[in-house]
């Protein structure tokens, strides 16, 4: 009784923490467009209408980019793990846009012209966990202290830490405030994911070429959303965890207040922005990953991406469904879930993908 009390509180203060990170957020998105005139509501839903006739009606894998041979470049890290090397690697992306007219917009950035990961690797190539970062993060010393890679190492893994475009080493350092991608303009988004699904796959042939028998993918919020995706893309993923991810983008947007209040305008604008981002939405295509390799993790008082999200997920994967009792940032047991997250790695080790 005492101890679900406990949890009670202690998830409240969770949640507290989320919405107060999420108005924060909000605030300093309005002042940094104050200066933008805010588009009429039938000026609105006329754009986002023009955007959804821009891509593919069909869900075919044409839209996102072929395999393309990559020689990352590596220089070792500091060491602080019980890994035999810490290495940094990095490769031209060499990203061309869907979209040609944000193409000179999208290349502004000379940073996100290279892929960059770090490894953490053994005396011999292992398995490989992949883990992608969340949104506004993916900065390497962070990262190594905000996931568990002494457990993955234990669990007979080498590790890499994976940048998604515009964050991290990727981010123009003179940027201040939020990264371009994900942003207000969803062309811009859309290209992001087509990008980081382009780089992701190349990476993950990569690792296989260089002798490592499974690869597999982990990611947080953002990255869970990215990690959804690319296992509906790629056919040589081990494994598929999505930790408190997002599922929806028109959902978020949503539950973020950023659609017109006015209910009828808000289910329009809603509705053309499904059919937006249809085209990387994992809830819109099949898992290439049998339900027995993959695993969502919510967190029961996330209000940044709330557990609906990954509650959906693990109903589109068919896969099983384990929560925290905390919230997004303050995420209070999370260490029973990540123990539930070794335990199927231990066990998917020793299983052939390909039987």
């Not at 846009?97 to 000179?104: N, Q, R, T, Y």
Request: proline share 7%; charged share 20%; net charge positive.
């Amino acid at each position: 009784m005492l101890k679900r009390v406990a949890r009670r509180v202690l998830g409240s203060a969770a949640a507290a923490v989320d919405r107060a990170a999420t108005l924060a957020v909000q605030a300093r998105n309005a002042q940094r467009t104050a200066s933008v005139p805010p588009l009429g509501l039938h000026q609105r839903v006329e754009k986002l209408s023009a955007i959804a006739e821009l891509y593919p009606k069909t869900l075919g894998d044409d839209f996102f980019l072929p395999l393309r041979a990559i020689a990352p470049m590596a220089r070792e890290a500091q060491n602080e793990f019980s890994a035999a090397r810490v290495v940094d690697v990095s490769w031209p992306s060499a990203y061309e846009p869907f979209l040609s007219d944000v193409g000179e917009r999208y290349a502004r950035t000379a940073e996100n012209h290279a892929a960059a990961a770090r490894l953490f690797l053994g005396n011999e190539p292992r398995p490989v966990a992949v883990v992608i970062h969340g949104y506004m993060a993916g900065q390497f010393n962070v990262e190594q202290r905000l996931w568990p890679i002494e457990r993955f190492l234990r669990s007979g893994y080498d590790v890499a830490l994976f940048v998604l475009p515009f964050h991290g080493v990727r981010a123009d350092p003179a940027r201040r405030g939020a990264p371009e991608f994900p942003g207000a303009d969803p062309r811009v988004t859309n290209e992001g994911f087509r990008q980081a699904i382009a780089d992701l796959r190349n990476f993950v042939q990569w690792l296989k070429q260089s002798g490592h028998p499974q690869v597999g993918v982990l990611g947080m919020s953002l990255g869970g959303y990215t990690a959804a995706l690319l296992a509906t893309i790629e056919t040589e993923l081990a494994f598929c965890v999505p930790v408190i991810p997002l599922a929806s983008l028109a959902d978020f947007a949503r539950e973020q207040g950023e659609l017109n209040p006015a209910p009828a305008t808000e289910a329009q604008e809603h509705a053309l922005l499904e059919q937006i981002y249809r085209v990387v939405s994992p809830l819109d295509r099949a898992s290439r990953i049998a339900p027995n390799r993959t695993l969502v993790v919510g967190a029961k008082a996330d209000r940044i991406t709330p557990v609906v999200h990954a509650r959906r997920l693990a109903v589109h994967f068919g896969s099983p469904l384990i929560s925290w009792h905390g919230g997004h940032l303050l995420q209070l047991g999370r260490d029973a879930c990540f123990r539930r997250v070794e335990t199927l790695l231990r066990e998917l080790r020793a299983t052939p993908l390909h039987v």
